[in-house]
């Protein structure tokens, strides 16, 4: 069995404060989930608040029980846990606008987020808080449809919701609702996902359809309202992570590609690791009603938010067993094999096109913005 | 999807692929004159496809590049006012002027609001009449009848606290001084197939017949690029010049006549400066007499100061064909999407910012070579 903590890598991304170029003010594209999320991650919070954990920008922090002072073949609490396990912890904000749409709302989204990002790491989600800041004036009615949500979540996901905080601001100074979740959960011995850990050779497996949630929303934004069929995919990972890790324990890491969609995850898992990522454009799996509102948009699906799919990067020789796991479980049946990890051009992603020729797929500037014509 | 799948079909593709190599025989540097066109182009790799013989250059046709810094500025002050409503089509926000751009102000709290339509900009205004909604009217002569429509709508609703700050440019003078230009290199143009759904291809003819040159009005599929070349190619190397269709699906000689009657009561011709190459006389639209009471710069009286681009852009060369993105000193250094020098690097459809989207490592790759 490996030794978490020796393999445990640590990026060095931090100790550089990347200048946070001439902005005075914070931008809608600081939120992006593209670069210039990054750039304020890394000129900003890191060089104050950065820490070996921190620094290794995962969807979720891990630390050795042993660093909290708890033995775990000793008595008490910590006796539950098996040796070698390690904690995971992570949070997240949640903001949407509207707080309900098709698939799902806020609260769900609130849980499933946390619960996720624990769930990509190989962690078994356990416990929640949520903070909630309240706008005055917002109808209770509403949110007891959000917190009812929000207790369904939780019963599917398995967890507990253990702590809680409540703030409300003066009307107009906030948009109706915003929710904070944190979660622990517990990552088995042996288990040491990281993004880090991508090696040329290895395939990377999408578990389902992407844009979904992100075009629903935008189907709802004021001034652009079409007609759709979409829903959010909004749904719970665990179960389906549980099974692929339990399928294929070499599976190198997991992330959800959430804000700034598939393009932004791979881009940060081809810099982490220092590889080349490929993909085939004729691989990704994407709704005809996704495609035909981006194309309306000028938008790229490949930048659109999901919130109930996974990346999965996993040695060749597993890949098609695991791709089949994928498929047999309820929240996978549309999951393909979308490309490779490469040795060349280490830190970029490249897509194969639909015609046969190339390009890189970057990361996102700021925002994705619909073209004027 | 219909009108799509089939123009992005692989098996199509390698035969015009094979079409065009085969019926070149000299080297032809061919312009596509619109951003969208370039988009295409960069994304799905086909100047890869293409015999080293055939060289494309990106031409002038972003909307959001050739519009002159001043009128950026002009719409920064103009959002700034407390009394505005500022609307404009979303790539427009992350243009630089002089002193940041439309997402600064927003951030400092200027009402900026994206809209999908100029349309919508009257539903806005009717929802605050004591403020007035100002809506960036830029474009080519794709948007003019969308942008001539709200302006016409206002009028005979009698809204009157809308405006619009115009800037609209048309793309057959731009190809008049490209060609006429000492530095010309292009051979044949590839013209933008949904300027020519409104405007029609007639105004091209004497054009093709003046510089004696192929102009082939093209789509924007991946099969539309690669059939617009290869009608392009073999008028070269058949010595003939003039104007094919290649967009016959959507594009009519006379073009949408109806939208033209729209864009002439609401619009007159008028002399233009583009981004990064100079004024070009009778290249772009104002509001006529009848509806000079919309113009944002008539209602808002704004400074007139002369802005400087940052002397290290070259986007002017870029914009005319003369340079490629790659090589600029500043490119993907010091000028990149998220710190744009200027505007070929902000609009999803300038080359440069194609350029560094979709084909940075290829290009560097390639630059000692060249």
Redesign the interface.
Known sequence: MNSPQDEQPVIALVHCPVPLSNQQHVLLGHGSGGKMSAELIRGMFLPELGNDILNALEDQATFELAHLGLETTGQGAAAAFPPGARLAFTTDAYVVKPLFFPGGDIGKLAVHGTVNDLAVGGARPLYLSAAFILEEGLPLELLRRIVGSMREACEAAGVQLVAGDTKVVDRGKGDQVFITTSGIGLVPPGRNLSIARAQPGDRILVSGTIGDHGMTIMSLREGLEFETSLQSDTAPLHDLAEQMLTACPNIRCMRDPTRGGVASALNELAEAARVGIKIDEAQLPVRDEVRAACELLGLDPLYVANEGKLIAVVPAADAERLLAVVRSHPLGRDARLLGEVVDDHPGMVVMRSLVGGQRVVSMLAGEQLPRIC | ?KY?DEY?D?AA??KL?QAIRQATTRPWTIMEVCG?QTHTI????????LPPEIELVHGPGC??CVTPLEVIDRALEIATRPDVIFCS??????VPGSQGDL??V???GGDV????SPL?CLKIAADHPDRTVVFFA???E??APANAMAVWQAQRRGIVNFAVLVSHSLVPPAIAAIMASPQNRVRGFLAAG?VCAVMGYEAYEPLAQQFQVPIVVTGFE??DL?EGILRCVRMLEAGRCGVDNQYARVVRRQGNTAAIDLVKQVFEVTDRKWRGIGTIAASGLRLSEAFRHYDAEVRFPVSRHDAREPDTCISGLILQGVKKPWQCPAFGTNC????PLGATMV???GACAAY???????EVANMPAR
Do not use: N
């Not at chain 2, 609001?113 to 999908?116: A, D, N, Q």
């Not at chain 2, 560094?356 to 290829?362: F, N, P, T, V």
């Open positions: 999807m799509q992005r692989p593709a390698r692929q969208g960069v994304k799905y790799g086909i100047d890869e496809l909307p959001v089509f979303g790539d427009m926000l992350r997402f600064s927003k951030a400092a609001r994206i809209v999908y919508d830029v474009g080519f794709t948007t949904h991946p099969l690669l990149t999407p998220e710190h609009s999803s459809e560094y989207h979709y084909g940075r490592h290829r």
